[in-house]
Nanobody, 125 residues
Framework: QDRPVESGGGSVQAGGSLELSCVTS?????????MAWFRQAVGKEREGVAM???????TYTDAAKGRFTISKDSAKNTLYLQMNSLDPEDTAVYFC??????????????????RGQGTQVTVSS
């Protein structure tokens, strides 16, 4: 099973924290050039949140900078997203994704060939 599986979503009040986890197969974890978190709110397009390359370089979109931290534990084949200072605008379904081809990492959903089904994050004011 190479489909990533997310967990850790839930409901939290504004200002709170959540940590999302994404378990992948050893194949995906080992062969991925990039792993990323995307999110999609109701009525909005899917957008990138955070990304980590195979050599550990991290990239964040403006919405995530200073509040979210992406990390991975290769021994556990797990990708994480620590989210702090959550805001109602962060309410969305969060997706984990990985790609094992290409020369660059970019927030282009269609290029990620391993995609999870998502976990809901709801932030109330």
């Amino acid at each position: 099973q190479d489909r990533p599986v997310e967990s850790g979503g839930g409901s939290v009040q504004a200002g709170g924290s959540l940590e999302l986890s994404c378990v992948t197969s050893p194949f995906v974890s080992t062969m991925s050039k990039c792993m990323a978190w995307f999110r999609q709110a109701v009525g909005k397009e899917r957008e990138g949140v955070a990304m980590i390359s195979s050599d550990g370089l991290t990239t964040y979109t403006d919405a995530a900078k200073g509040r979210f931290t992406i990390s991975k534990d290769s021994a556990k084949n797990t990708l994480y997203l620590q989210m702090n200072s959550l805001d109602p605008e962060d309410t969305a379904v969060y997706f984990c994704a990985a790609k094992n081809w290409g020369l660059e990492c970019a927030f282009r959903w269609q290029e990620f060939n391993f995609r999870g089904q998502g976990t809901q994050v709801t932030v109330s004011s």
